[in-house]
């Protein structure tokens, strides 16, 4: 049963325009990550969030901000959408940020036309 | 890259059949742990096998660690039709974890 709930499940939206997807996770866990998946299934880690310290992966581009107002919830924001971010991005959690089992949400497909 | 180029697979087989899949990876981690991502869902864990464990079983799953190959491998035993999926092998990372290009399972009965 899900206990990481992602919003919205898909969305299309034009390039240029700004996006945001929400994430809740209710297990209690203290670190949250999104990971982005493309088509090819590549699942690659974007950010990554415990107690109020963010990592991010150098490779991600600028526009793409993660923002939290608690433990239990880590948002994604892109501001101006390019083509390459059509993709599934995957919000997680877990009870500690390393080797622990991630739990995933169902994902949020964006499409960028 | 974290991964050996010889993650990536398709395997299609039929019900009732085991399947094995295989990873390397490049970097010491303490633990692999081992995914299954149905159609339309996120990645669930399956198997967690740590750096001082050889095998692990859970049901029809069985996970391999050979450290000093730096390899894992998960069977599954009498492959049933809902075991269609990508599985995805996974190792520590700075914060989280990081995954292996996957291997795309489709069980035909």
């Known amino acids: 049963e899900t206990a990481v709930f992602q919003t919205p499940n898909y969305h299309v939206t034009q390039v240029g325009n700004e996006v945001s997807f929400n994430c809740k996770q209710t297990?209690?866990?203290?670190?949250m990550y999104w990971y982005k998946q493309d088509s090819k299934k590549l699942l690659k880690i974007m950010f990554s969030?415990?107690?109020?310290?963010?990592?991010v992966n150098e490779t991600v581009p600028r526009r793409f901000s993660p923002q939290s107002s608690d433990k239990a919830h880590l948002n994604l924001r892109i501001k101006s959408v390019e083509p390459e971010d059509s993709a599934v991005y995957l919000c997680?959690?877990?009870?500690?940020?390393?080797?622990?089992?991630?739990?995933f949400g169902e994902g949020s497909r964006l499409i960028v036309v | 890259s974290q991964w050996g180029e010889e993650n990536l697979q398709a395997l299609s087989i039929q019900e009732g059949e085991d399947v094995t899949m295989n990873c390397s990876y490049k970097?010491?981690?303490?633990?692999v742990q081992w995914y299954r991502q149905k159609s339309g869902k996120g990645p669930a864990q399956l198997i967690l096998?740590?750096?001082?464990?050889r095998e692990k079983r859970s049901g029809r799953l069985r996970a391999t660690l050979d450290t000093s190959s730096q390899s894992s491998s998960l069977s599954i035993t009498g492959t049933l039709a809902t075991d269609t999926a990508v599985y995805f092998c996974?190792?520590?990372?700075?914060?989280?974890?990081?995954f292996g290009l996957g291997t795309r399972v489709s069980v035909f009965p």
């Open positions: 997680a959690s877990s009870y500690q940020p390393s080797g622990n089992t991630l739990y």
């Open positions: 297990l209690g866990h203290d670190t």
């Open positions: 969030y415990n107690n109020k310290q963010l990592i």
């Open positions: 970097t010491y981690t303490t633990v």
């Open positions: 096998i740590r750096s001082n464990e």
């Open positions: 996974a190792t520590n990372y700075a914060q989280g974890l990081t």
